[in-house]
């Protein structure tokens, strides 16, 4: 079974960060746009990002994407997919490439693009979920690839990757994504630095990459203080539990008490706290009161019409001597 149903939206491009050395040579970038999306995500930022989708068995999906050469360098892109998986609270990237179930349902066409300086051109990923694959999420990049070998002139040869992620959850039933902040600690470290830190709990069956802000109001003599967003980078499998941390706050800050507004989302899945809280002395921390905060789960229905365009995406680069990616 083929899902449908396809609507193309406005999409940003990603691009992956090359190193450059005095003996290296001038890389440029390659540009990624994912353009397909489930329509029923239509609202979902990390849609329009990664490739989020819930499948039942034996349904074939196939998303559309664009690879462009950002360099004046004629470029040879391979275009393959590799395993991922959420290790630590973090969704980590396998190396080279490194299958995995999903991978192995994955087939992207054609595998080699050849581009001319400034040129750009559409590929397609597609993903056979099997008659009797077990139900539960799973994860993946698809990835294009530049590879520049070391040559008379330069000593040091390169690889570039960038793509973007791919969240898929199989079961004959719909899904349900949500998440609890549980408690809010603040935290004064050893040179006096305040941060804060929440406590969230994956309460649904679907992965979670946070985000959001945190606004401190109503402090000694009203005092308010800007807003700063919550650290990036973490991702909670199902049902896991983990930190999200507001660092960089301002070290004169007063304890307080203040009130903590913290607004938290994954996508279209969005909780918000308040809370009373108090700065403690370096090197401690304090654990807030709670006043109140939001819980209301996300259901979405089965799967099978998709679709609308996007991007924005998961990236990687590194250069060689031998061949050992750094993590993003």
């Known amino acids: 079974m083929l899902a449908g149903t396809l609507l193309c939206l406005p999409a940003a491009v990603a691009v992956a960060v090359s190193e450059s050395s005095e003996d290296g040579p001038e890389l440029g970038y390659i540009g990624f746009r994912l353009l397909e999306a489930p329509v029923i995500r239509r609202d979902d930022p990390r ?3 990664y490739i989020v989708d819930h499948l039942k068995p034996g349904t ?56 001319d300086p400034w040129g750009k051109a559409e590929a397609k990923v597609t993903i056979r979920v099997p008659q009797d694959a077990a139900p539960g999420e799973r994860y993946a990049v698809v990835w294009a ?55 969230v709990h994956n309460t649904g069956k679907r992965a979670l990459d946070l985000q959001g802000k945190l606004r401190l109001l109503d402090g000694p003599g009203g005092l308010d203080a800007p807003g700063r967003a919550v650290t990036q980078g973490t991702t909670l499998p199902p049902r896991g539990r983990g930190t999200v941390s507001v660092d960089g706050l301002d070290r004169r800050l007063p304890a307080g008490p203040w009130t903590a507004r913290l607004q938290l989302e994954s996508g279209t899945v969005k909780r918000s706290l308040s809370a009373r809280l108090t700065f403690p002395p370096p090197g401690g921390t304090s654990l807030a009161a709670i006043i109140t905060s939001s ?16 991007a924005g995406l998961s990236l990687v680069s590194y250069r060689r001597r031998g061949a050992a990616p750094s993590q993003p």
């Not at 899904?175 to 935290?187: G, S």
């Not at 819980?295 to 996007?310: D, N, P």
């Open 295 to 310: 819980h209301r789960g996300i259901w979405y229905g089965a799967a099978g019409v998709l679709a609308a365009c996007g």
């Open 145 to 199: 690839q530049n590879e520049t070998p070391p040559d008379a002139q330069h000593n040091i040869g390169s690889i570039m990757r960038v793509g973007t992620r791919v969240y898929l959850d199989v079961s004959d039933s719909g899904e349900y994504a949500d998440f609890r902040i549980t408690k809010l600690v603040a935290r004064r470290d050893k040179e006096g630095r305040p941060s804060v830190v929440a406590h």
């Open 47 to 49: 849609a329009l990002k």
């Open 60 to 115: 074939t999906i196939e998303r559309r994407f664009e690879v462009a050469n950002k360099s004046d360098t004629r470029r040879e892109v391979k275009l393959y997919p590799a395993a991922a998986k959420i290790a630590k609270n973090r969704f980590v990237f396998a190396d080279g490439r490194t299958p995995n179930e999903l991978s192995e349902w994955t087939s992207i066409r054609p595998g080699v693009l050849v581009l």
